[in-house]
């Protein structure tokens, strides 16, 4: 079975970082995509970014040129880079994992960790 753990998560102003970490529980980073979801209140959950792993990498158009997915598959982690935040990021972000495929359709999740960026 694998475990997700996500952290990073906080309380920030508006225009500031967060850097989002997940780390898995053993190695599939070999043959498993990684995504980051979020989900707001009263909001449907929806990808943000996505990291096959070969590195190509696909961003929700929200968040395009400010977030940046990335992987160290030598210490089975993905991270989740968040500059210039803005209040419309906060949610509860889910780190996921997923055999690469065209749609990407996660099958293990994380726990979530939230974010909450002030105005």
């Known amino acids: 079975q694998v475990q997700l753990v996500e952290s990073g998560g906080g309380l920030v102003q508006a225009g500031g970082s967060l850097r989002l970490s997940c780390a898995a529980s053993?190695?599939?980073?070999?043959?498993?995509?990684m995504g980051w979801y979020r989900q707001a209140p009263g909001k449907q959950r929806e990808l943000v970014a996505l990291i096959s792993n070969g590195g190509i990498t696909n961003y929700a158009d929200s968040v395009k040129g400010r977030f940046t997915i990335s992987r160290d598959n030598a210490k089975n982690t993905v991270h989740l880079q968040m500059n210039s935040l803005k209040p419309e990021d906060t949610a509860v972000y889910y780190c996921?994992?997923?055999?690469?495929?065209?749609?990407?359709?996660?099958?293990?999740w994380g726990q979530g960790t939230q974010v909450t960026v002030s105005p």
């Open positions: 053993r190695s599939i980073f070999s043959s498993y995509a």
């Open positions: 996921s994992a997923g055999l690469v495929r065209v749609p990407f359709i996660p099958t293990y």
